[in-house]
């Protein structure tokens, strides 16, 4: 097979479904997903049959329990991809919608008009429950293409197989929905030039593939990183309400990305507030790594190096540093952020507002624990994502960010004088 | 010099400014750009004498006399850039706008602030006013790194050598505008791999630069390509609005991007508002290559080739093509549109409703003239281009598309259970 033809070929119908499915009313787009819920759980047994042979294939190739954790399709996990689409039915469709309408001095009326991005690629690791979750963001507002793991390959397959014959039983474009089953490796490389067709890329995975995409696209890539989540602890923080929201931060699910990574403290409030925290988070089993003024503090903690301040743990592994003020704090976190979430807590009316205010990274909580930092919990529905570049989406990224605006004008046979 | 070393550096300087500039008052601000444009005014001779060495080049090189006279900076010219100036200093800061503000059900309250996209880099040819006009809007919410053609070197390094003294005047970080004079040719491909410190590339100029700037950038890239708009004019429209509004399209301003042309005509309307349109057309100078049905009712018509359904003139030539319909007008549309801007002509409801809804190009009009499809006709106030890829932007970009928005989180303690 010639892949670069065959990636120009799926990616050319992809963009003919996009146009129609942009003209799709939202019952039918609903209709759509439920019906591909219901495929999803009445094929379960042939879904993990398919599993079946990536799993063998990960245990044959001795890849890390974890990693083979990631790849299975239990039926609780079917059932989730299922209850996904639900979901995502029922989300208001953001299609259509005018944000704002005005007139100008000759009497034209000017709006725009959210109407769908268009071709999305997505390409991702490991998860085949991503195949779903992201068809329903995407066929919800125009068309995707997937490319997954070569790990996940059969049960990503499969997904994809149950998945398009739901579009075609509708009468719809199967097109719309492409997941790429080559595991020739220039598959990618071919997909990311066609900036004719695809209008956005979503790299879902490892530093590494993320750098690969976005140095080799053509098209516009929106970039999840990492995070290295900070709180910082302000003077006249309630020290109960500190407590509570770092160890969520960090102990609650220390592996993803919204997890505190590093805690800094102000200097007015560390003699108390850091014995206590240091041995709340040992009784959690977090190591701390601290400056000096942590350490002499807290006996227990592991000297920082350098490197520690840009650390993604994903761990029960925590950095502490004593800063003299908020604006040591701000400082700090500009010169190690990844731009994800940065939370204050205070009472200080004066200091809430300047943090947020002055702190521009993705998502700036005040008084909250940064595990919010969650598409969910900030009440955007499913996510697609959480985007640490600025361009067109900054932070969690739901369904309305799959949309673009156009500019809509009414006259009344108006010229240009 | 070490011009990787060299832009390197210049980004990083601007990136660091772009912080300061990002916690600025709108009138800080606002009255650094009025200062800037009275320092254009009252250097206007330094500025006509450093631009007199790029019109004597321009001229010893044999340039064309319409391309030296887009060098030109006269009087009337400097005075316009400096206008520009005071404009964008008139329009409302986006920055620190709350777009929207709900309550989730464990009653943190999440929100959405407009911050500036960051440090935007342009890449343009020819006309030095770019390099007062971009800055202006780039520094209301930013800092900028401009890389205009050779040919205004001198103009062009003139022109930010005196807005960056205003900036340095009022004690800001003059690192926020960087006119970038190297001629080395290098220099823009070692911009392009900014990704750290340039939030978004801005090509404007030729297809060609478009082109190597989107194959090449690392960097998110919002492309302005071309204005190939289509004004159809239906079976019921008033034929008196529809000459108005077609005559104003393609002969007020032919040599622009949102300059009608092709015309479509519905099959029902064409026996009697093509000899019509014709006759007007020519009275204007304007040459119609049209299809068979268009020639066998206007005489003087040359007949088209395929290729002229896909020319952006920017002349008085117009395409015209009789259609069966209104689906046969769209399908016309969708298969030849630069995605700028689509007018229909009609007083039917339904179809101008159903026009509006299909058509996704950046601009959509009903019963007014393509030539609306701009910035500050549209009332966005100045603009920075007009956006025809769909990420972040679409259409006509103002002040606002120069923005991004965060999360902003306020709670009392919540946890994630």
Same mark, same amino acid.
């Given at each position: 097979m010639n892949v670069a033809q065959h990636i120009q070929d799926l990616s050319c119908e992809a963009k003919q479904a996009a146009n129609i499915m942009a003209n799709l009313s939202s019952a039918v787009k609903n209709d759509l997903l439920c019906r591909m819920a219901?495929? +999803?759980? *009445?094929? &379960?047994?042939? =879904?993990?049959?398919?599993? $079946?042979?990536d799993l063998n294939a990960a245990r044959a190739n001795g890849l890390a329990p974890a990693m083979i954790d990631r790849l299975v399709l239990n039926d609780d996990r079917i059932k989730a991809m299922a209850d996904g689409l639900r979901e995502v039915a029922s989300l208001p469709d953001p299609v259509g919608e005018v944000t704002g309408m005005w007139k100008r001095p000759n009497g034209i009326q000017v709006g725009r008009m959210r109407i769908p991005l268009g071709v999305i690629g997505i390409i991702f690791e490991s998860r085949p429950n991503v195949t779903a979750d992201a068809a329903a963001l995407? +066929?919800? *507002?125009? &068309?995707?293409? =997937?490319?997954?793991?070569? $790990?996940?390959?059969?049960?990503?397959?499969?997904?994809?197989?149950i998945l398009k014959a739901q579009l075609t039983a509708l009468g719809l474009p199967s097109g719309a929905l492409q997941v790429i089953t080559t595991t020739d490796r220039n598959a990618v490389s071919e997909l990311l030039k066609r900036d004719e067709e695809i209008d956005l890329i979503i790299p879902r995975g490892?530093?590494?593939?993320i750098r690969f995409v976005s140095e080799n696209s053509r098209i516009p890539v929106i970039k999840h990183y990492k995070g290295?989540?900070?709180t910082f602890v302000d003077a006249d923080a309630d020290a109960d309400m500190a407590s509570k929201i770092c160890l969520n931060a960090k102990v609650q699910r220390p592996g993803v990305c919204n997890a505190m990574e590093t805690l800094l403290v102000h200097k007015d409030i560390a003699e108390t507030f850091i014995p206590r925290i240091a041995h709340e988070m040992e009784q959690n089993k977090v190591e701390i790594r601290g400056c000096s003024v942590t350490c002499s503090l807290a006996p227990s903690a592991k000297t920082a190096t350098d490197a520690?301040?840009?650390?993604e743990y994903l761990d029960l592994i925590l950095a502490v540093r004593v800063v003299d003020n908020l604006d040591q704090a701000i400082e700090h976190i500009r010169q190690h952020t990844s731009l994800h979430t940065e939370v204050i807590v205070t009472n200080s009316y004066a200091n809430s507002q300047k943090f947020v205010r002055s702190v521009n990274s993705s998502v700036i909580m005040v008084n909250a624990s940064s595990r919010f930092s969650d598409g969910g919990e900030l009440g955007l529905g499913a996510e697609i994502g959480i985007s640490t570049t600025k361009l067109h989406s900054f932070g969690p990224m739901g369904l309305e960010d799959l949309t673009t605006r156009k500019f809509i004008v009414f006259g009344d046979g108006q010229v240009r004088p």
């Open positions: 219901d495929a +999803l759980e *009445s094929d &379960a047994t042939h =879904l993990q049959h398919e599993n $079946e042979k995407c +066929l919800k *507002s125009g &068309a995707v293409i =997937l490319r997954g793991g070569s $790990e996940a390959i059969h049960s990503n397959s499969a997904i994809g197989t490892g530093e590494s593939l290295v989540c900070h520690d301040w840009d650390e």
